[in-house]
């Protein structure tokens, strides 16, 4: 069965998925992704042997990621990297024949950084935010996420909704620039707003009532609340808004997109992406896991 993780959505394949499943989407809404992921299928078929025989380009390839962001990419101890993302772009590299080069980035820097350390692509739970077309060209969606709080579990409900979360009285904390950090600041105004430098001490804040509330990707939360059973994600199934999640590409790279395309059509086509979520969110999979 396709993993809709609590708000995360793969996309197609679509037979496995049972309509109540899909939350806030619809079939209607769905049938012209499936069309879209149906037609890079079939030019998978075509691009990835081609590839595979004759690289997109020698040498390296150079995957920029935070590392801060599981399940999506996450630093392992060790000098290396785990998650949904690095799953999926070392699977490319192997069809390339190509070595992995991992290039660490921060949120903040991601902009500034792209083009002057040479990223051929960067992975990690990335937004398909407009501004970032400014610096790179966008990979074809692998699935859907959305905000949602994470709070004390002492807490219940009380920052459930915005208006409850934009109160003068409310510590939310956000990591520092990324999409959270634009949530936060467009939607909480009146709140304190703290900036968090680091991702992944920033949920103890919350646990050790330092923070109130932390608005974030579903999937990270559903994730992260294992790591601390103290912390609860809120209606994650029905997140306060909806945006792709995408790689990002090094620009006017026609062969590399193709290659990056075909490579995410073909795993959502037979099922790749569902299973690398279901490891992540539903098989009890932790970071620093092999």
């Given amino acids: 069965?396709?993993?809709?993780?609590?708000?995360?959505?793969?996309?197609?394949?679509?037979?496995?998925?049972?309509?109540?499943?899909?939350?806030?989407?619809?079939l209607a809404r769905l049938r012209p992704i499936t069309a879209l992921v149906a037609g890079w299928a079939a030019v998978a078929v075509v691009t990835i042997p081609?590839?595979?025989?004759?690289?997109?380009?020698?040498?390296?390839?150079?995957?920029?990621?935070?590392?801060?962001?599981?399940?999506?990419?996450?630093?392992?101890?060790?000098?290396?990297?785990?998650?949904?993302?690095?799953?999926?772009?070392?699977?490319?590299?192997?069809?390339?024949?190509?070595?992995?080069?991992?290039?660490?980035?921060?949120?903040?820097?991601?902009?500034?950084?792209?083009?002057?350390?040479?990223?051929?692509?960067?992975?990690?739970?990335?937004?398909?935010?407009?501004?970032?077309?400014?610096?790179?060209?966008?990979?074809?969606?692998?699935?859907?996420?959305?905000?949602?709080?994470?709070?004390?579990?002492?807490r219940g409900a009380d920052y459930a909704t915005i208006e409850q979360i934009n109160q003068p009285g409310v510590r939310v904390i956000a990591n520092r620039g990324g999409t959270n950090e634009a949530f936060a600041s467009k939607?909480?105004?009146?709140?304190?707003?703290?900036?968090?430098?680091?991702?992944?001490?920033l949920f103890d804040e919350l646990d050790q009532g330092r923070a109130d509330v932390f608005v974030t990707d579903s999937v990270e939360g559903r994730y992260r609340v294992r790591e601390h059973p103290g912390l609860q994600v809120l209606h994650p199934e029905r997140p306060f808004d909806s945006f792709q999640k995408v790689f990002l590409l090094k620009k006017n790279d026609p062969m590399l997109a193709a290659a990056v395309n075909a490579w995410l059509a073909t795993q959502l086509a037979t099922g790749g992406v569902d299973r690398a979520f279901a490891g992540w969110i539903g098989g009890g999979r932790a970071v620093g896991a092999n």
């Fill in 1 to 26: 069965m396709s993993v809709v993780a609590m708000g995360f959505t793969a996309l197609p394949p679509m037979a496995g998925i049972v309509p109540k499943m899909l939350g806030q989407f619809t």
């Fill in 50 to 154: 081609a590839a595979a025989q004759q690289p997109v380009a020698a040498g390296e390839l150079r995957v920029c990621t935070p590392g801060d962001y599981p399940p999506y990419s996450v630093r392992d101890g060790a000098g290396g990297y785990l998650g949904i993302d690095i799953e999926l772009i070392r699977g490319l590299a192997d069809v390339l024949r190509r070595p992995i080069e991992f290039v660490p980035v921060t949120w903040a820097s991601l902009a500034a950084d792209f083009a002057p350390k040479d990223c051929d692509v960067a992975v990690g739970g990335i937004s398909d935010l407009p501004a970032r077309r400014g610096f790179s060209d966008f990979s074809i969606s692998y699935g859907t996420d959305g905000k949602a709080p994470i709070t004390r579990r002492d």
């Fill in 187 to 201: 939607n909480f105004p009146d709140a304190q707003l703290t900036l968090w430098n680091d991702n992944l001490t």
